[in-house]
């Protein structure tokens, strides 16, 4: 669980560009693996199409993992706070309602990073990707089911 008083830290010297690339990163409260069902999964990923389909922002690479998502995305409208409180809010409230859990279901704030355009945004996603290998869920980034990026 996020230490709340060092929950601020999270925000402070925050600043979103529209156009700007960001990657996300969103923990599930007490790293619970509720995401480790495919129609848990999929209720997610749904919101993240959501997010693309209203013009927040592009997603460009993301990965499921058990407890948490990284989501690698351009950001079209509005600003990092409002997409991600969106995104976790619409599905918190699919992800409760489904595996049948109250309260929170996301850990307050996310990790974000912004990139700079020289940055080579293929090794990024590629990065983004992995995340199952490097956990050691599976040996191939391909035997994993719960990814996309648009350099495919």
């Known amino acids: 669980m996020l230490t709340e008083p060092h929950a601020h830290r999270l925000r402070s010297g925050r600043c979103s560009t529209v156009g700007g690339i960001y990657l996300l990163t969103a923990v599930v409260q007490d790293r619970q693996p509720h995401l480790a069902s495919l129609t848990a999964t999929r209720l997610l990923v749904s919101e993240l199409r959501v997010a693309d ?27 990092l706070c409002a997409l991600m409180r969106q995104v976790k809010g619409r599905s918190a409230r699919r992800l ?57």
């Open 53 to 79: 389909a209203g013009g927040w922002a592009t997603s460009l690479a993301w990965v499921v993992m058990p407890d948490h998502l990284h989501w690698l995305v351009q950001l079209e409208a509005h600003s």
């Open 96 to 152: 409760n309602d489904h595996l049948g859990l109250t309260g929170p279901f996301w850990q307050a704030g996310y990790h974000d990073r912004a990139l700079r355009r020289e940055e080579d945004l293929r090794s990024v996603a590629r990065y983004v990707v992995a995340n199952p290998v490097r956990a050691g869920l599976v040996e191939r980034v391909g035997d994993y089911p719960h990814w996309d990026a648009v350099w495919l």
